[in-house]
């Protein structure tokens, strides 16, 4: 294997990993029980069958790799933006065709610059609707993200990813996502505690569970090395989760 076949296999290994299974991804993401099963392998309805939004064609699988996790989160922004999510496949399967990868939304080049005119014309091959685009034409002719796809955008950190043997990805990839992105303070990461949302390293449930069970703030923060406002982080996230 070449120094840049190494590079590329990176980035494939990294999104293909299987992090989740479909009720994590439901609680992660504050979806309704079911919804990325359904959003992501499809389902069967009074004997019609639904393909997925996120899979090629349903594999049966319950688990989720990263790259399906990070695709998700942007359907679960849409949605949240009021978007039917059925519309939202033809453009899915679209990207994949122009960018020649599985997992297109969760490489940066769709985002930025160039990528921008693929995605726009891949929009433009399934008629998308107005409300459901990524990529918006400014007055000025100019492509900008729509304010969907820019919430979804400054959550995720995209970079060139590393293996164990030195091998760097030679494109930047969604490498973690930050629940809250104007606030960074918990993150979900697959390298970190088996992509469980932590704060640095300390699962949030962990905190949270301390702080309900009564433990002081500050208190919890010096034992973990943390900042109260770290802490407080943590049980906003938890709380959230728990609806």
Do not use: C
Not at 146 to 163: G, I, K, L, M, N
Not at 206 to 231: E, K, T
Request: glycine share 8%; aromatic share 8%.
């Amino acid at each position: 294997m070449t120094i840049g076949e190494g590079g590329k296999a990176v980035a494939i290994a990294y999104l293909e990993r299987a992090v989740y299974d479909m009720r994590q991804v439901d609680r992660l993401l504050r979806l309704t029980p079911g919804t990325a099963l359904r959003w992501i392998d499809g389902y069967t309805r009074v004997g019609k069958n639904y393909p997925p939004i996120i899979r090629e064609s349903a594999t049966g699988s319950p688990l989720v790799t990263w790259g399906e996790f990070v695709e998700t989160s942007l359907l679960s922004v849409y949605r949240n933006a009021g978007v039917p999510m059925s519309r939202m496949r033809p453009i899915v399967q679209a990207l994949k065709r122009r960018f020649g990868t599985k997992y297109p939304l969760a490489h940066v080049r769709p985002w930025v610059d160039q990528g921008r005119n693929l995605v726009y014309e891949a929009q433009e091959e399934v008629g998308l609707d107005a409300g459901l685009r990524i990529v918006v034409e400014a007055r000025s002719g100019q492509l900008r993200l729509s304010p969907a796809a820019e919430t979804f955008f400054e959550s995720v950190e995209f970079e060139r990813v590393t293996d164990e043997l030195g091998h760097t990805s030679p494109v930047k990839i969604a490498a973690r996502l930050y629940p809250y992105r104007n606030d960074r303070a918990v993150v979900i990461d697959p390298e970190r505690r088996s992509g469980v949302p932590v704060v640095r390293s300390v699962p949030t449930e962990i905190l949270a569970q301390m702080v309900r069970a009564g433990d002081d703030v500050d208190v919890i923060a010096d034992w973990y090395d943390l900042s109260p406002g770290q802490v407080r982080a943590a049980v906003d996230y938890e709380n959230s989760l728990a609806g």
